[in-house]
Every structure is written in structure tokens, then in C-alpha cells.
């Protein structure tokens, strides 16, 4: 082991890690995901009139939608990006974090941002017992402060966007120090995750600041589109990929398929992404040529993202087998068949001819899931699934509830994709007939009681996951787990 004090250079992973953080964050994101599911559900439930919950204000399913999305965006996956940033930037660089101190006081602060802003959801402006104090601030021009802003995936209420944009600096500070202390050339990995502090601290800034006291309008609907797409492509898709290039390779025991072709992806996402957001908003009062060019920007992204998918079948080439033998890497395989999926609906979705009939219907809330949860969360789940037994220190109690997560999760997620796109084409073609609304409510009925299942599944998929996660951090071996082999490579 090699160590210097001044530039904290280790080659031993157990003094390079803060594994304890990595727990941390990683049982975080299973808290919020588990949370923002059951928000998920409510609003499910409430739209086939089977809300258990129905009249309490608290339980609003209108509030918990937003609650569902914030959750899983900042609780979730932020959470768990962390986690995972903690376990392989060190690993890298061969550097520890600038600061572990930084790290917990981050850590904190940020599970702290996440609640204010559910709270700032849950007992906004509207809420009976807090008329008081909405009256008192409206008094002083702040009436919309108290609560969620009125802004999709930016509704962090005002008063913690400040912090919360202290906590990226710092977060960008606490990785950016080892980064810039590693010896280069530095590894794709490294250009993506240093791209993603960048982009997403200022993401964050323009979604949360410029819509709210700078734009209004149309220019203001221009921004927000930026925003909700950027927060996908700038902050979820470089995280992403940068710890599917870290992983990916380790698993395999191989190297990646084509440096050259990596490089392709970074600077195809930095270029074309931020062009994109406008397809948000197409057939609305924003100049026709910005629609044009965000169709066609998008149009790029899925070339990007296919190169991108086109170096991972690359690597397996020859390893194939591994998907079916070596549960992290099959995770991480069905999330890349979800992204070439989710690249096909995209390339209908967005032109225009599409947008007529699917527009504002749930094609689009099946595309949400199939990318959110289809790829991302696949991914995330595969690298929980690696790294627990090492952070516990101990084998996971049960393979085969390791095995139900991932089929309930994988065809749930299928069927609640599919269901919703179908959803998305009749609810169009019964708009474009002139029928009246409510006709179209009652033919999306099926559709949406096939979610609520699907939606169950996935739960109970996470429920199988969080129950092993306990018998294992409780010491339990299940007899099934005894009968393994030692030398089994199941888990890579
Ligand atoms: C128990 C499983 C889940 C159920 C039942 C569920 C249900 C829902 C419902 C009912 C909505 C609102 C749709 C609307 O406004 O019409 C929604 C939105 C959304 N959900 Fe989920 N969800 C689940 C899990 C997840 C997970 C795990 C993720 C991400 C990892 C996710 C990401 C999203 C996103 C991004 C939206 C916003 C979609 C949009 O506005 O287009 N959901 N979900």
C-alpha cells in the first residue's frame, strides 16, 4: 500500500472508500424510492376511484403525484447516484473525497432539502391549517413561497432552491478535488461525472430561478421544457452512463468495446441534449423553427444513445452468458434493451405527425416509466445488488428473492409501459374523434386498472428487495443460500 498524507493517494480500497457513506445514501434512495412508489400507487388508485384515502388533504393524491415525481427524482435516484459516486470516483482516482466531513454534512443536508420539499408539497399554500400563515405571507408578496412552485419537477419550494444549489457546489467541490489530483489520462467515467456537476448545478439554477423571476410565458414554457429535459439528459443520463462504463467492464472483466466510440456518446449528449428541450412543447405558441430544431436535435440523441448501446453489446460480445448467470449484469443488460426500446418510442413520439394524437395522453407517462424506471433504476438496482454483500460484509440471504425483485420489477415495468402507450394511442384517436371527454375517460378505465397492477408488481418486487436487505444485515442465511457454492459467480 502505497499512502501520502498531503494528497491522501491510497491504493487500498478500504481506506479509499467511506463504505459506511455508501450505505448510507444507498439505504436513503431505498427509503425515498419506497416512499414515492406508494405515491405512485395512490395516484393509480385514485384514477380508477379506488383511493382508500379519499377526503384526507394530507393524502391528496394531487400532492403526492408531485411528491411521487420529487421523490423519485432528488430521493431516489440522486440518492443512490451518490452512493454509487462515493463507491467509484475513489476507486478511480486513487484519491479520497476532498472531505468525508463534506460528505456526511452533505449527506444530511440533502436528505433534509428532500423532505423540506415534500413537506413544502404536502402542506402547501392551499392547506386549510396553514391559512393563516398564507395569508400573513401573501401579505408581504410571498404567498407562493410556503409552498410547491408551480412548476413540473421544479416545484422545490423558493426558499430551499438556494440550499439546495449550495449542496450540488459542494457535491461538485467534494468529487472534483480527487478527479483533479488523479493522474491522467483520465477514464470516460471521469468526463461524464465531471460534465454532470457542471450541467446539473446549473440545470438546477435555470429551471428554479429563471421561470420564477426572470421569463414569463411562452419564453418562461421554453425554460421549463429546457429544464425537464435537461434534468434527464444532463444530470440522470451522464451519471448513468458514466457508472455503466465504471461497472460494466469490472463485471465483465474485460475492457470496454471502443474507447473512441465512448467519446462519441459524451460529446453527441454535451452537444445535442440541451438543444432537445423544446419537443416538450410542440404545436404551442414557441417559433416553429426552435420546434423544428429540437426534433431534430432529438432525432441525433437517439444516433448518440444508440452508439452508446451499440459499445455495451460490443463488450458482452463473447460473454454473453453472463446475463443469465450474473444477476448485476443482467440488471444492467435490461436496462440497456429498455433504453433501445424507449429510443424507438422516442423516435415516433417526437415527430410531429405523432404529436397530434399523442400529446398530453399517457404515452408519454409510459415513457416516463419505461426510461425512469425501465434504465435508470435497472441500472441502480444492479449496482445495489453488486455492492451490498461487500458493504455488509456478508452474502445476500436469499438468491431467490434476488431473483423475484428483478422479474416483478423487469415485467412489471414492461406491462406498465405497454399499457400506457396503448392508453396514449386510444386516448388520442377518441380526442381526435370529438367525442365527448368523459368518453375517453371511461376507455382509458382498463388501461389504468392494468397499471395499478403492474405498479403493484414493481412494489412488491421492492418489497422482496428491502426484506433480503434486512435478513442480511441481520446475519440470516437462508438454507438456500447455504447449498451455494463458494465459488459461485452469481454475483460477479
Ligand atoms: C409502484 C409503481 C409506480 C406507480 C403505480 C406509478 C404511477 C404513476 C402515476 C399514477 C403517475 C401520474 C401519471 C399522470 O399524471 O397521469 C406517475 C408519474 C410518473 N412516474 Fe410513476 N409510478 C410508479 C413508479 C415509478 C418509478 C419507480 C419511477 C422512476 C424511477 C416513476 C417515474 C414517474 C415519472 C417520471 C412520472 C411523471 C410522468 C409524466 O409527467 O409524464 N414512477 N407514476
Request: aromatic content about 18%; glycine content about 8%.
Amino acid at each position: 500500500m502505497i499512502t501520502n498524507e498531503t494528497t491522501s493517494t491510497t491504493t487500498d480500497p478500504s481506506e479509499l472508500v467511506d463504505e459506511r457513506l455508501v450505505r448510507w445514501y444507498f439505504l436513503a434512495a431505498c427509503t425515498f424510492l419506497g416512499v414515492s412508489m406508494l405515491g405512485g400507487l395512490l395516484m393509480a388508485f385514485q384514477l380508477v376511484h379506488w383511493n382508500p384515502l379519499n377526503g384526507i388533504e394530507l393524502l391528496a393524491p394531487g400532492r403526492w403525484r408531485m411528491v411521487h415525481t420529487n421523490a423519485v427524482a432528488y430521493g431516489f435516484l440522486a440518492n443512490a447516484f451518490l452512493g454509487a459516486l462515493h463507491w467509484a470516483v475513489p476507486r478511480l482516482t486513487l484519491h479520497q473525497v476532498a472531505s468525508r466531513a463534506l460528505s456526511y454534512f452533505i449527506f444530511f443536508a440533502w436528505q433534509a432539502i428532500v423532505l423540506l420539499t415534500a413537506a413544502g408539497i404536502i402542506f402547501g399554500p392551499s392547506l386549510q391549517t396553514s391559512q393563516w400563515v398564507a395569508a400573513a405571507a401573501s401579505k408581504y408578496h410571498l404567498a407562493m413561497s410556503l409552498g410547491a412552485q408551480g412548476l413540473e419537477w421544479g416545484e422545490t419550494p423558493f426558499w430551499i432552491d438556494p440550499v439546495a444549489l449550495l449542496g450540488l457546489a459542494l457535491v461538485a467541490y467534494n468529487f472534483m478535488v480527487p478527479i483533479a489530483r488523479a493522474k491522467p489520462p483520465l477514464y470516460v467515467t471521469m468526463w461524464y461525472f465531471m460534465a454532470a456537476f457542471v450541467w446539473t448545478f446549473l440545470t438546477y439554477a435555470m429551471g428554479n430561478l429563471m421561470p420564477e423571476y426572470h421569463v414569463a410565458g411562452t419564453s418562461a414554457g421554453a425554460v421549463g421544457g429546457l429544464f425537464i429535459h435537461d434534468l434527464v439528459g444532463l444530470f440522470v443520463t451522464p451519471l448513468g452512463w458514466g457508472l455503466m462504463y465504471y461497472f460494466v467492464p469490472i463485471m465483465l472483466k474485460k475492457p470496454i468495446w471502443s474507447h473512441g466510440l465512448s467519446l462519441v456518446g459524451f460529446w453527441g449528449l454535451a452537444f445535442f441534449y440541451p438543444l432537445n428541450g423544446i419537443h416538450h412543447f410542440l404545436y404551442t405558441p414557441i417559433p416553429m423553427f426552435l420546434q423544428y430544431g429540437a426534433v431534430i436535435a432529438t432525432v441525433a440523441v437517439e444516433l448518440v444513445v444508440t452508439t452508446v448501446i451499440v459499445n455495451f453489446f460490443g463488450t458482452l460480445w463473447g460473454n454473453g452468458r453472463a446475463v443469465v448467470t450474473n444477476l448485476p449484469v443482467r440488471w444492467f443488460y435490461t436496462g440497456m434493451i429498455f433504453y433501445f426500446l424507449t429510443c424507438l418510442q422516442c423516435a415516433m413520439q417526437v415527430t410531429l405527425t405523432f404529436q397530434k394524437l399523442i400529446h398530453f395522453t399517457d404515452w408519454v407517462v409510459g415513457h416516463a416509466h419505461l426510461v425512469m424506471f425501465g434504465v435508470f433504476s435497472m441500472w441502480l438496482f444492479g449496482i445495489m445488488t453488486y455492492l451490498f454483500p461487500r458493504l455488509l460484509g456478508r452474502n445476500w440471504y436469499s438468491h431467490a428473492l434476488l431473483e423475484w425483485h428483478y422479474w416483478l420489477s423487469a415485467l412489471g415495468v414492461l406491462v406498465m409501459a405497454t399499457d400506457l402507450i396503448l392508453a396514449g394511442l386510444f386516448q388520442g384517436y377518441f380526442w381526435a374523434s370529438l367525442q365527448p371527454w368523459d368518453v375517453s375517460l371511461v376507455g382509458s378505465y382498463p388501461f389504468w386498472v392494468t397499471r395499478v397492477f403492474a405498479g403493484l408488481a414493481m412494489f412488491l418486487g421492492f418489497l422482496c428487495f428491502v426484506y433480503n436487505l434486512w435478513m442480511t444485515y441481520r446475519g440470516v442465511r437462508s438454507p438456500a443460500a447455504e447449498a451455494t457454492p463458494a465459488s459461485a459467480t452469481w454475483l460477479g
